[in-house]
């Protein structure tokens, strides 16, 4: 029913913005053939033109939307940055592969490194926004806070930019953390929502062999898909060339998306183009997380996830009728399983559990990166054999840079400036 409504409205729309144009269809950007220098680059297949307004929330992950992608078509999104030496080879990889992305860029890092957002325009990528200081509460802060983090993150961008016509009006919330009013507020605004439709857990303490393996496994469940990644991981810099090169040898192809404006409207769509079809039961991330059923309660317990909720490894259930401390000591001796199950200081649930949880403790969210995490490069391709892996050092510093304690007071960049980049390695902490 709700469907049938929105198919007449969005169609009117569309009719009004394309009525008798033909340029309104698909803009084409550089493809492949067209990437000087680099003839077996992936490239950029299309430019996707959408209206924030008309699909204020996208990525099912968490919403019932998601870009009206084709089959085999990804969209590269990137947060948390800038953050030199990182954001910079990112931008490197996918300039040589002509690829355009989408960045969510926290307000705090624009300011402290303007240049970086601004490298971001140059190089002709799409800017949103990811708060002003990538607090882990925005599902649960007083709204006029998260207004307030919103707005600012978007007013720090903009000063970085200079110019506002630079700045999409997208935006992804830390965590994907997300509350009914903060999304009301940013639909108000104008603002499109970015959820994600898979992850490759480049924020997590994994090698970036983990991070290109996840990000094609999860990839080729679904077929398509706006896919969440970190400029400011050294993994994730080590990863993407060969993630890049997959796609491509996969049949991939690489959506650019951009909002529309006056002068270009947004890519005359069908509706159900923006229904991803029902994900995988067997896709572990199509179950995580399930934060929306979360937040929108508004209550103090949680529904007690179904086991099925902590698939992982390849789609096997895995049957944990043990606290995963029991587990952990069982497991100093023998490898840990390959891909922990999120939260991972949440105990799980028993088959007899209530139907309720208390909501979860604030130290979920810390997930700190081990400290000398190894970062080897995991096979690039030949565009990149001079890419360099970041030093221990440089890791360490990303990792402390982006760190974010779990509780309010703390997880604020605090207020004073200037801001340097210690004081920020001193306040932030990891997230997504
Ligand atoms: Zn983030």
């Known amino acids: 029913m709700i469907g049938s409504v929105r198919v007449g409205v969005r169609t009117r729309q569309w009719a009004g913005l394309c009525l008798g144009v033909f340029t309104c269809i698909t803009a084409h950007t550089a493809s492949a053939a067209d990437c000087p220098g680099h003839p077996d680059a992936i490239g950029t297949s299309r430019t996707l033109v959408v209206d924030p307004r008309e699909s204020p929330r996208i990525g099912t992950m968490q919403y019932p939307e998601t870009l009206p992608l084709e089959d ?13 030496h990182n954001s910079n080879q990112i931008l490197d990889i996918l300039a040589s592969e002509c690829v355009k992305a989408t960045f969510f860029e926290i307000g705090r890092m624009a300011q402290v490194y303007p240049e970086g957002v601004r490298k971001l325009r140059d190089a002709g990528h799409s800017i949103g926004t990811h708060t002003q200081n990538h607090p882990l509460s925005m599902d649960r802060m007083p709204i006029d806070r998260a207004r307030q983090e919103i707005d600012d993150g978007i007013a720090s961008v903009k000063a970085a930019l200079g110019h506002d016509t630079a700045l999409a009006l997208f935006y992804r919330n830390p965590g994907l953390l997300r509350a009914g009013d903060v999304e009301d507020y940013l639909a108000s605004q104008g603002i499109q929502t970015w959820s994600a439709d898979f992850l490759a857990d480049d924020w997590r303490h994994v090698s970036p062999s983990r991070v290109y393996d996840l990000a094609i496994k999860r990839l080729e469940e679904k077929g398509r898909g706006i896919l969440l990644l970190h ?35 947004a890519t005359p769509t069908e509706p159900q183009q923006w229904q991803l079809h029902p994900p995988s039961e067997t896709v572990a991330i199509s179950h995580w997380p399930k934060i929306p059923n979360f937040v929108f309660t508004g209550a103090d317990t949680l529904p007690a996830p179904a086991l099925s909720d902590f698939d992982w490894r390849d ?17 100093r001796g ?3 399983p390959r891909e922990a199950p999120w939260p991972r200081q949440s105990p799980l649930p028993l088959d007899n559990a209530a139907s309720a949880l208390p909501v979860p403790a604030e130290s979920i969210f810390e997930i700190q990166e081990k ?44 207020g004073s400036l200037p801001i340097t980049e210690p004081g920020l390695r001193r306040v932030l902490r990891h997230l997504i």
Do not use: N, W
Request: hydrophobic share 40%.
């Open 371 to 414: 400290r000398h995490a190894a970062t080897r490069p995991v096979a690039p391709s030949s565009h990149h054999a001079e890419q360099t892996v970041p030093s221990e050092s440089e890791t360490d510093g990303v990792a402390r840079l982006i760190s974010a304690d779990a509780r309010d007071s703390r997880r604020m960049i605090p």
């Open 72 to 84: 085999h078509e990804v969209v590269l999104t990137f947060d948390d940055g800038p953050l030199p």
């Open 334 to 336: 023998v490898p840990l």
């Open 315 to 331: 789609g096997q259930l895995m049957r944990l009728a043990e606290p995963l401390d029991r587990a952990r000591r069982l497991a």
């Open 231 to 265: 400029d400011i991981q050294a993994r994730t810099v080590a990863a993407l060339p060969r993630i890049l090169h997959e796609l491509k040898a996969r049949g991939y192809r690489i959506v650019h998306v951009v909002p529309a404006t006056s002068g270009q409207p």
